[in-house]
């Protein structure tokens, strides 16, 4: 459901931000603004930007590691 996925996606949205993961954070916003305003199908349509931004996130992690 919508709102469900609204408030997970919140809480990586915020872990995201903690971390510096900007584009992640903003690419979360979205999905979750879209999760509370819009039909649940089009939120999902934003899943694969986060997915995308996070691999991004997680990629350069592992860099610094």
């Known amino acids: 459901d919508a709102a469900a996925l609204a408030d997970r ?3 990586l949205r915020s872990m995201f ?3 510096g ?3 992640a ?3 979360c916003e979205q999905l979750e603004t879209a999760a509370r305003t819009e ?5 999902l349509s934003l899943v694969d ?17």
């Open 9 to 11: 996606v919140h809480g």
């Open 17 to 19: 931000m903690t971390i």
């Open 21 to 23: 993961a900007i584009k």
């Open 25 to 27: 954070s903003r690419a």
């Open 39 to 43: 039909p649940v199908e089009a939120a």
């Open 49 to 65: 930007v986060v997915n995308h931004e996070a691999e991004r996130a997680m990629a350069t992690i592992r860099a610094l590691g």
